[in-house]
């Protein structure tokens, strides 16, 4: 059994920061993808910031130069640091990951963690 648990959001004025963490626990052989996604009110989810393999990542183009995604891989876990943030990145927040167990490959997913910015 894989977990992913996400954490870090909040209330924030326009303009201001939050960081979010989501870490993976389980029978995990190895992880390759992580990244977060949101889905606003009405919204379908949509990509945020991905890690992929090579360490290369993929920003959404309405937050590039305000978010950054990093992975800390001894401890299993994504954070996205968000800064400037703005009214429309009002939304919940869902970390993903791309985990070999033993015996299979799937997607797994966080339970969600909502971001509000009041403007």
């Known amino acids: 059994q894989v977990q992913l648990v996400g954490s870090g959001g909040g209330l924030v004025q326009a303009g201001g920061s939050l960081r979010l963490s989501c870490s993976a626990s389980g029978r995990i052989s190895s992880i390759n993808t992580m990244g977060w996604y949101r889905q606003a009110p009405g919204k379908q989810r949509e990509l945020v910031a991905q890690?992929?393999?090579?360490?290369?990542?993929n920003y959404a183009d309405s937050v590039k130069g305000r978010f950054t995604i990093s992975r800390d891989n001894a401890k299993n876990t994504v954070y996205l640091q968000m800064s400037s943030l703005k009214p429309d990145d009002t939304a919940v927040y869902y970390c993903n990951a791309n985990i070999a167990t033993y015996g299979r490959i799937a997607d797994y997913w966080g339970q969600g963690t909502q971001v509000t910015v009041s403007s």
């Open positions: 890690l992929i393999s090579g360490g290369n990542t």
